[in-house]
């Protein structure tokens, strides 16, 4: 706060006398957090507090500041979803930047010194300071007043109530009118990591966030247009109004544990009943929970490939020389795509596969996958694949039960992955979120989730604006030409970057090229003039060969660095680094991407890198700086 001790005193009596005269009557322990709570208003916090300390069927406090809406009973509750129902409505309408409104799931709930039903938090007094922690602020003091103005106007006996530190000038006058709050919005949505969107949703978004599906539901649409946010929000709100466990998965192996600090930031009541993990961590658990561990050795396998490879070099050589395409071919389209026999793949269309077939050459593919897999199993090795295709027999015999199940970076997942999925949450109402956009697809290979028995035909929806990327950092991203390898997740056309609305202007891009000899030099130059804090920045490569260099590059330079791949969305204050495959799903105020020159590329392999500069850009928020390595 700020505050002295001396002050700070005068501010605590201030509230106790101001408490005991508005409730004479009240019980000491609800005199005393209401204390507590009345005493924050001198440092921006605002209270309103309800007149009738006898009801238990809503919250006694709406608590506003900084860090979002809290809605706080004393001494328990009698009636747990009235109160949330009542809390909901009272915020309903608040607007923010640009329309956007108040989201019925950022609201906090607590409860101190009592039973605490869900979706309530429940706190001792000793515990109250945790509801003024300031580690998850994303609403501006304009914001507060604006959001504490709108509940006074709608909470019936509910009480404004404040005090002043001796000394301290109070705000400017006159209470912003709800409708004023536009730029405060997207100033702090500027300035903050993507939690600044945790409490205001785009009215679209919102009705995603509460909207109920009676069956498998898709969200899509380009980068930054906040899919990962309203997953996170619907997340919430399922889980107010389920009970048991709920899973976040997604093909990217960093990407959960980000998600899980960003979503116990965002509601810590609820952190412990969802499991945050992706796809092949969990299949693996699944499997050592049953007794039946299914270790995989990525390097053993690929050591069994190159093996196989040595066999049938010579049939196939003449169609493509590099034997990654055949590996490829194997992983995403054969065995990621489950197929059990010839007539299978002989049948199969090869989505974005740059070399055409016919059946006599897939049979030479089908012929060096045989051998692959019969190397594979004399050395009693797996792979990826494999693991997922064990985890999916296992689901169908018994399924674990999930309250629901989000994922996340959906277009990368293979299509055995998406049975699974599917497997595992069914066509409950409501049971299967599937977030993600096909021009941010990083691997090769394609399919429509109808392929998956994964119907969502009247249960898609599509988000168009972005709210991420100021409008030069866009305009960067849009020249590159990604195409949208997956449609809108299910065959229809799909909305592209170049298609998005702008929500911020603004935004500062760069370019360098030069030789590697050069590269440090300009790297740490680019670095040292970052208009962002560094723990707000990232450099993104496109192989883990130039994310080390530029690691290394950097510390010799004297920059602190954070390798992605240990990133857990906490804040420091070091530069980050890793490749565009690690960075899928983060967003940075600044981002420098190092791109190797690679000179003329098949057309496949053009399409795919494309997709990846795609995401590579649209990491940035602010400032983006573009780095190429000539040979």
Known sequence: MGLSAHAWRQVQRQAGELVSRAWPGA????????????????????????RDTARRDRADVFLVGVNGVTAVAVGGLDDGTHAVRHAEEACA????????????????????????????????????????????????????????????????????????????????????????????????????????????????????????????????GPAGTGKTVVALHRLRHLARRTTGPLLFTTFVRTLPRVHRSTFARFAPEL?????????????????????????????????????????????LAELEPNPAYWHTEIDRVIKGRGLETFEEYAAVVRKGRRVRLDVGQKRKVWQLYETYQRFLRERGAHDHNDLVAAALHEVREERPRY???????????????????????GDVPDGLLLVGDGQQQVYTGGWRLSDAGIPVQGRGEVLRVNYRNRERVLAFARDFDADNAVDDLDGAAGVTLREAEVASPGGQTKRWSGTGAELPEALAKAVRELPVPLGQAAVITFSNTAAHTCARLLREAGIEVCALEDFDGGSDHRLKVGTVHRAKGLDFQGVLVVEVSRGEVPAEQAELLARQRLVAATRARDHLWWGEVRE
């Open 93 to 220: 309408g608040i607007r923010g930047a640009q329309g956007e409104v108040l989201a019925g799931s950022a609201i906090h709930y607590a409860v101190v010194a009592g039973d605490a039903p869900d979706p309530f938090a429940r706190l001792t007094e000793a515990d109250v300071p945790r509801l003024f922690r300031r580690d998850n602020a994303h609403l501006t003091r304009a914001q507060v007043k604006a959001i504490a103005a709108h509940l006074e106007r709608r909470l019936k006996g509910y009480k404004d109530l404040s005090v002043q530190a001796a000394g301290r000038a109070s705000d400017a006058p006159g209470l912003l009118e709800v409708a004023d709050v536009a730029e405060d919005q997207l100033a702090a949505a500027r300035q903050r990591p993507f939690e600044s969107w945790l409490t205001f949703l785009h009215p679209h978004q919102q009705a995603v966030v509460t909207r109920r599906y009676n069956g498998p539901a898709r969200i899509s």
């Open 27 to 50: 019980d000491p322990v609800w005199r005393r957090v209401l204390t507590a709570l009345v005493a924050q208003t001198a440092d921006g916090w605002r209270v309103l507090a309800r």
């Open 271 to 315: 952190v412990d009943r969802v499991e945050f993990t992706n796809l092949h961590s969990w299949a693996r658990d699944l499997l050592d929970a049953r007794g039946k561990p299914f270790p995989v050795d990525a390097r053993a396998a690929h050591t069994q490939f190159n093996r196989a490879w040595t066999v049938h070099r010579d049939a």
């Open 403 to 425: 309250a629901a199940v989000v994922v996340d970076e959906v277009q990368d997942i293979t299509l055995t992955g998406l049975r699974l999925l599917r497997e595992l949450a």
